[in-house]
């Protein structure tokens, strides 16, 4: 489990998860035995115009290590120059988006669509790593094609061989294609393909990942390095912590089988959510002030909400939030108690909307 030089503690990873994967959402993740985290794709354009979005693209904190800035865009040049703002602020590691499903801009390819513009995307690679120190390592997120033609495998394994020989330390394979976006289910015997075909390089596996067991399931099922837990992170910061317990039990001499060892398992109590859910208000406040918060924090809450025994009732005040006030009278109202709380309800766990993520990669645009 490395990233270059970096050692990860545990093979489990905050996705970049744009609208998401802020500061906020990392730190309290990390609280909670995260052991790195992405932040969401940032523009190079907007970070190169300076103001709020270099603001928000350089926003860490000491406690937010090991942390890769990620960056997307579609030229060598402006990429480069994000990637160096991105290490001298203090990130760990850089990665390229190469996977996000936003259209292409004036017939140039960004993100995924520089699965179909190799040339860009090598050309992107080594401007990025000649422009950065040694020292700091660069990753990409890929996903397994732009369709499912094998023209597309193809692309896709030059692209990876390119960032083997420029030096890149790390892929993270989505098991969807670009023209799925987020719909049906991630392939993951493409995750287990990489991974024999690199057996000595560091690969992340990406695609529903909704609960600790199927982290576990991910690692046992394809041999990736590391799991990157994108939709099951949002309003579940526990799931680091379990998907690690869940795994040390099953590797363990006694060989628990997943059944067996869930039962290791409890879900938060009502006295966790609370804290989990004051902490992260509080830092989103930092960050983006009271009315730009209280709008994240709709969304976060209504997440949260599924680990409560009256999850429908708390979910619906949630979504009536604003601001700091009515922040709080939910989580007076809901959780000043103590009590256990529920997992949730199966099909609670796959309900983040992937079109407001497609809307958020393409407001960027
Ligand atoms: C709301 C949302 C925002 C996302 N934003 C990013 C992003 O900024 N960077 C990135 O690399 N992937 C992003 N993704 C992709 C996820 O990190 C992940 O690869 C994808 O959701 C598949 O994993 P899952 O099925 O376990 O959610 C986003 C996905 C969603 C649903």
Redesign the pocket.
Known sequence: MRIGPIQLASPFCQ???????DRAMRTVARRRGCAYA?T??MLDVIMLNGGEGLRRSIDISDEDHPVAG?IMGSEPETMARAAQIMAGAGYDVI?L?F??PVKKIKNKARGGHMLLDVDRGVSVLKAVRDALPPAVPTTI?LRRGFDDSPESTDRFYQLLESAWAEGYSAV?V?G?TVEQK?LGR?HWPFLREVKQRYPDKTILG?????TPQDAVRMLEETGVDVV?????AIGNPWIFRQAQTLLQIARSPAGLGPHEAEQHLTPPTIHEQREALAEHFAIAMQIHGESLAGRRMRKMGIKYSRFHPESARVKSDFIAVHSLRDWTGVLSKWYAGEGPGVWPAADAADE?N?G??LQ??EAGA
């Open positions: 996705a970049g998860l744009a609208g998401y994967s992405v969401e794709a990620q990665d988006n996977a996000c997120s993270r989505h969807r987020y991630a990406s695609g529903d990942v909704f990157w837990i994108a939709r099951g983040v992937a407001a993520d958020t990669c």
